[in-house]
């Protein structure tokens, strides 16, 4: 029987993040979410992306979840949305990854889902600006970015928070959501509550 090889592949760009827990998130720190429950996602932008021989660079896919407890406590519920303008192959090569097939953040979070609905192909539109950065993709998830204010001078803050261990980034700036919004599979609206941005760069296998 033949063996199969493993599509080797690498990403780089950023990614927007969001949730319910308060500004900083304990989550990125190993505590359990401010509410005891996590509903939050990421949208990430690649800059430049393979995966074997299909280029996906400038593509845009965002997943939005659900979880009951914290995130490694499973049972969570998932939306993909995948960037409408990417052809066949980018499609298929941006499901895999999403799937966790190939590794990658997505091969840790694919464990602690038991529902993903199917993927959906909506157009992107995302904005890097640091803490103003915004994505948005279709009407199924609104995520715009503001800067921490200090609450009693309205001063903005600009924190950053480095993670070394860190699976969807390890350098990521601290932010609020003015607007999270998620309306497709799974729904909720936390705008207001902790948001970040960050690079990535991930490879498989």
Request: hydrophobic share 40%.
């Amino acid at each position: 029987m033949a063996t199969q090889v493993a599509t080797n592949w690498k990403l780089t760009g950023t990614v927007l993040i969001a949730c319910n827990c308060d500004y900083g998130c304990p989550c990125n720190f190993n505590a359990l979410p401010t509410h005891g429950h996590c509903e939050g996602g990421w949208a990430w932008h690649v800059q430049e992306g393979r995966y074997g021989d299909i280029d996906v660079s400038g593509l845009s896919f965002a997943v939005a979840a659900d979880w009951p407890q914290a995130i490694h406590q499973g049972n969570g519920e998932a939306a993909v949305l995948i960037d409408e303008k990417a052809n066949e192959a980018q499609r298929g090569a941006v499901r895999t990854l999403v799937s966790g097939a190939a590794g990658g953040p997505w091969g840790i979070l694919k464990n602690t889902w038991t529902k993903v609905h199917e993927p959906q192909y909506v157009p992107f539109q995302v904005e890097l600006a640091d803490q103003r950065s915004r994505a948005k993709a279709g009407n199924a998830f609104e995520l715009e970015m503001q800067p921490i204010k200090n609450p009693v001078t309205g001063v903005e803050a600009t924190p950053s928070a480095v993670l070394p261990q860190g699976f969807v980034s390890k350098n990521i700036q601290l932010a609020a959501s003015k607007l999270f919004r998620v309306q497709d599979g799974v729904r909720y609206d936390h705008s207001g509550q902790y948001a970040a941005v960050g690079p990535f760069e991930y490879s498989g296998p």
